[in-house]
């Protein structure tokens, strides 16, 4: 391979004509090219991404092996942490805590990793609102089918990390179709 003066190489021949190839005052001349195709790429994939993740209309993502009861009297549901109860599992905003026939079996009235992890999300809380009161809400997404001793001790546990409204999801009564709404205990 011959030995060749640095300088700017087209990948291409027919760019050897291009302005920015060529020698003189055209080089200097302010005029920058602006490659819009991968700016609009960049646009688009943000855009389904947002979409993808955005949701208008408060909807409570429900975990997978979790049927809501349903209700009569239901209200809209504000934001605040969610705890999923399923039979095989109970976790907090996705992190799992535990499974519930392990949390059955032990003698004490709380469950102590849920209350550390509910500390937690309040200590975050605070610090994303400053100056504000803490509202202490919660809700628990539970199967309809879960023992109530273990929904009793979920609830010591939220109380003991300080959230003391506590609300339950639902399905309203009549149209199973209709999205997850908070009944206040």
């Given at each position: 391979?011959?030995?060749?003066?640095?300088?700017?190489?087209?990948?291409?021949?027919?760019?050897?004509?291009?302005?920015?190839?060529?020698?003189?005052s055209?080089?200097?001349?302010?005029?920058?090219?602006?490659?819009?195709?991968?700016?609009?790429?960049?646009?688009?994939i943000?855009?389904?991404?947002?979409?993808?993740?955005?949701?208008?209309?408060?909807?409570?993502?429900?975990?997978?092996?979790?049927?809501?009861?349903?209700?009569?009297?239901?209200?809209?549901?504000?934001?605040?942490?969610?705890?999923?109860?399923?039979?095989?599992?109970?976790?907090?905003?996705?992190?799992?805590?535990?499974?519930?026939?392990?949390?059955?079996?032990?003698?004490?009235?709380?469950?102590?990793?849920?209350?550390?992890?509910?500390?937690?999300?309040?200590?975050?809380?605070?610090m994303?609102s400053?100056?504000?009161?803490?509202?202490?809400?919660?809700i628990?997404?539970?199967?309809?089918?879960?023992?109530?001793?273990?929904?009793?001790?979920?609830?010591?546990?939220?109380?003991?990390?300080?959230?003391?409204?506590?609300?339950?999801?639902?399905?309203?009564?009549?149209?199973?179709e209709?999205?997850?709404?908070?009944?206040?205990?």
């Open positions: 391979m011959p030995i060749v003066k640095p300088g700017k190489r087209p990948f291409a021949p027919w760019l050897l004509k291009h302005s920015a190839f060529s020698r003189g055209q080089r200097n001349s302010g005029y920058a090219d602006l490659l819009l195709t991968p700016l609009i790429d960049m646009f688009v943000l855009v389904v991404f947002l979409i993808m993740n955005f949701s208008a209309t408060g909807e409570l993502p429900i975990a997978a092996g979790i049927e809501l009861p349903k209700a009569s009297v239901t209200n809209e549901r504000e934001q605040a942490p969610a705890i999923d109860i399923s039979e095989e599992s109970l976790s907090v905003e996705g992190f799992l805590v535990g499974a519930p026939r392990d949390l059955l079996s032990e003698e004490s009235s709380g469950i102590p990793t849920l209350t550390e992890k509910l500390q937690e999300l309040r200590k975050i809380e605070e994303m400053p100056g504000e009161p803490f509202k202490g809400n919660i628990i997404n539970c199967h309809k089918a879960i023992d109530f001793k273990l929904i009793r001790k979920v609830m010591s546990a939220a109380s003991d990390a300080g959230y003391t409204n506590i609300n339950f999801a639902v399905l309203q009564k009549g149209n199973g209709a999205p997850a709404s908070s009944v206040g205990n």
